[in-house]
C-alpha cells in the first residue's frame, strides 16, 4: 500500500539551446536588485558561459557581484565568505552557475543572508531548522547532484571533516536553466559519475520496504534504464547531444522526488556512507556512490528481495530461471558489470582510496550519528553493520 505524499517541485525549468540567454529575463521576474553569482573552480570561465550570463543580467539591468573557486565536496568557509560579501553588497538573489558543489554553496549562503544573527552550519549539524531562505536560481553545467531542483544542500565542514546534508523546500531553487551542451567540456569521469549519482538517488527510492506505486516504479525503471543506455553512448560519444540532453533531463527527475512518490521515504544509507568518504578522502560523490552500492547491496538485498528481483528483472534486464535470491545477486552482478563499462569503480580500492580500520569505525560512527533514526529502509543499519559495509566494499 502507497504512503500517503505531499509532492512540491516548484523549480521553473529551461532547457535547451541558448537556454542561458533566459537568465537575466527570469531573475528580473522574482524582482531582485542585488544578485551573487557563484561558481567554481573555472570551467564556465573557459566556456564563455558565466560572460554569457552576466551579458544576460546586465542587459536586464541586474547588478551584480560575484563569487568563484567553489570546490567539489564544497567547503563551509567559501559558504561564511559568500554571506559577508552578500551582507557588505545587500545581495538579494543567489545564482549558481555551476554543478552541484556550486548549487549548495549558494543554497546555504541564501540561508546564512536570510537569518544573519544565526551560524549556518547549525543547520546541518540538525540543532536547528531554517525559517527563511533567499530566493536560489541556477545555470547548470553537469547532470548529476539533483540541486537544481531538489531542496537538498550538501556541505563540507573542511575543519571536522563533516560532509553533512540539510533538507528544506525553502532552498528549492526558482528556476534552472539547462542547455546540455554545456555539459560536452565535462571530463569523463566527471560524467559517468554525474550518471551513478543520478541512478543512485532513483535507486535510493526504490529500494524500499515500505510502500510502492506502479506509476513510480515506471517513472524509476524508465529512468534507469534510459540514464544507463546514454551512459554507455557519452562514454564512447561524449559530444552526443541527445544522449547529454536525456541525461540531464534525468538528472533533475531522479531527484525532485517525483521516483519517491507513495514509498517510505527511502533507503539513502549508500548516501549516507558515501557522504563520509567524501568527508575523509574528498572522493568525487558518484564515484564514491559506485565503489559502495554493491557491498551494500550484497548486504541488505535478502531484506528487501521483492524489490531486487524487481530491479534485476526490469532494469538490468535479467532473464535467467532460478531461486529469487540468485536473480537478485544477478542483478547486482550486472550493475558491477555496467559500472566497469563505464570506467566506475566498483569498490573502494578501484576508487583508489585504502581506508585503515580506524578510520572505517570512525566513518561508520559519524554516519550513523548523522542519520539519526533515518538508518535505512531496505535495512535498517546499525555502525556494526556500517563497518561491514565499508570493510566488504574495500576490494
Ligand atoms: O569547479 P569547476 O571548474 O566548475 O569544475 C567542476 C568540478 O571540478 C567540474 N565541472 C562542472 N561542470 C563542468 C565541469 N567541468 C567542465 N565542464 C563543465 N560543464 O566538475 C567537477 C565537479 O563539480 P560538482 O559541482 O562537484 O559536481 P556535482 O554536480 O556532481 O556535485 C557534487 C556535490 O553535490 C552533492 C555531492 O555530495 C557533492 O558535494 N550532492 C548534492 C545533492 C543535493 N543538493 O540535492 C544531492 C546529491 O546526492 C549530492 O550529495
Ligand atoms: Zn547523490
Redesign the pocket.
Known amino acids: 500500500m502507497a504512503h500517503n505524499f505531499e509532492f512540491y517541485a516548484p523549480t521553473k525549468v529551461i532547457f535547451g539551446k541558448d537556454a542561458e540567454k533566459e537568465t537575466g529575463r527570469q531573475i528580473k521576474e522574482w524582482g531582485a536588485a542585488n544578485v551573487l553569482i557563484v561558481?567554481?573552480?573555472?570551467?564556465?570561465k573557459r566556456?564563455g558561459l558565466l560572460e554569457k550570463v552576466e551579458k544576460a543580467l546586465s542587459d536586464e539591468q541586474i547588478q551584480f557581484c560575484e563569487l568563484g573557486g567553489?570546490v567539489?565536496?564544497?567547503h563551509l568557509d567559501k559558504v561564511y565568505e559568500g554571506i559577508r560579501i552578500g551582507r557588505s553588497k545587500n545581495v538579494d538573489f543567489l545564482l549558481a552557475v555551476?554543478?552541484?558543489?556550486?548549487?549548495?554553496t549558494a543554497k546555504a549562503i541564501a540561508y546564512g543572508l536570510a537569518e544573519p544573527e544565526k551560524d549556518v552550519w547549525e543547520l546541518f549539524e540538525h540543532t536547528r531548522t531554517a525559517k527563511m531562505c533567499i530566493p536560489v536560481a541556477s545555470v547548470l553545467?553537469?547532470a548529476?547532484?539533483?540541486?537544481e531542483t531538489?531542496k537538498?544542500?550538501?556541505i563540507t565542514n573542511e575543519k571536522t571533516k563533516q560532509k553533512r546534508a540539510y533538507d528544506d523546500n525553502l532552498a528549492r531553487p526558482k528556476f534552472a536553466i539547462m542547455n546540455p551542451d554545456?555539459?560536452k567540456?565535462?571530463?569523463d569521469y566527471?560524467t559517468e559519475?554525474?550518471c551513478v549519482?543520478i541512478m543512485m538517488?532513483t535507486m535510493e527510492r526504490y529500494f524500499t520496504n515500505g510502500g510502492n506505486m506502479e506509476i513510480t516504479d515506471a517513472i524509476a525503471e524508465g529512468l534507469l534504464r534510459t540514464v544507463m543506455k546514454n551512459a554507455v553512448v557519452v562514454h564512447h560519444k561524449p559530444g552526443d547531444e541527445n544522449a547529454r540532453a536525456e541525461i540531464m533531463w534525468a538528472g533533475s527527475i531522479a531527484?525532485n522526488d517525483l521516483t519517491g512518490c507513495g514509498n517510505d521515504g527511502g533507503d539513502f544509507m549508500t548516501?549516507k556512507l558515501e557522504?563520509e568518504l567524501?568527508g575523509m578522502f574528498d572522493v568525487t560523490?558518484?564515484a564514491g556512490l559506485a565503489a559502495l552500492w554493491p557491498s551494500w547491496a550484497r548486504y541488505v538485498y535478502r531484506e528487501c528481495l521483492p524489490r531486487f528481483v524487481r530491479y534485476a528483472r526490469n532494469v538490468m534486464g535479467i532473464t535467467m530461471e532460478g531461486t529469487d535470491e540468485e536473480i537478485a545477486e544477478a542483478g547486482i552482478y550486472a550493475m558491477e558489470d555496467f559500472y566497469h563499462s563505464i570506467g566506475m569503480p566498483t569498490n573502494l580500492k578501484e576508487l583508489g582510496i585504502h581506508p585503515t580500520s580506524a578510520q572505517i569505525e570512525d566513518m561508520a560512527k559519524r554516519c550513523i550519528i548523522a542519520s539519526g533514526t533515518q538508518t535505512g529502509s531496505a535495512k535498517k543499519l546499525t555502525q556494526e553493520d556500517a563497518v561491514r559495509i565499508y570493510t566488504n566494499a574495500l576490494g
Open positions: 561558481y567554481g573552480g573555472g570551467s564556465v566556456s567553489v567539489p565536496n564544497p555551476g554543478g552541484g558543489s556550486v548549487i549548495d553545467t553537469i548529476a547532484a539533483g540541486s531538489s537538498g544542500c550538501v554545456y555539459t567540456s565535462l571530463p566527471q559519475s554525474g549519482d538517488h531527484h548516501h557522504h567524501g560523490h558518484g
